[in-house]
């Protein structure tokens, strides 16, 4: 089993900056990847960021190439999202997700976090 808690979201200005955190609990060792994902309302959820165990770069959707960037601090567990030069479209509930091999694998999905950017 794998808990997944963020934060961080907010209402922010267009251009502002804020900066998501995911906590994870649980089976980490058995984590394979880590992924936020967006939903805007009557939208489909979509892939933002990604970040596989042992790979040390993260990878990015093209809309959010070169102004967000995902990170991780192993000793505190918690994976975050840090969103500079923010859009009106980049509003949406954000998730956190793993993926964990638990036998069999298993999907996990946080509850979400409210990111709004005024225009």
């Known amino acids: 089993q794998v808990q997944l808690v963020e934060s961080g979201g907010g209402l922010v200005q267009a251009g502002g900056s804020l900066n998501l955190s995911c906590q994870i609990s649980?089976?980490?060792?058995?984590?394979?990847?880590t992924q936020w994902h967006r939903q805007a309302p009557g939208k489909q959820r979509e892939l933002v960021a990604g970040?596989?165990?042992?790979?040390?770069?993260?990878t990015y959707a093209e809309s959010v190439q070169a102004r967000f960037t995902m990170s991780e601090d192993k000793a505190k567990n918690t994976v975050y999202l840090l969103m500079n030069s923010l859009k009106p479209e980049d509003s949406g509930v954000y998730f956190c997700?793993?993926?964990?091999?638990?036998?069999?694998?298993?999907?996990?999905w946080g509850q979400g976090t409210q990111v709004t950017v005024s225009s």
């Open positions: 997700y793993v993926r964990a091999d638990v036998g069999p694998e298993y999907d996990y």
């Open positions: 649980g089976d980490i060792n058995k984590i394979k990847w």
């Open positions: 970040l596989s165990s042992g790979r040390p770069f993260a």
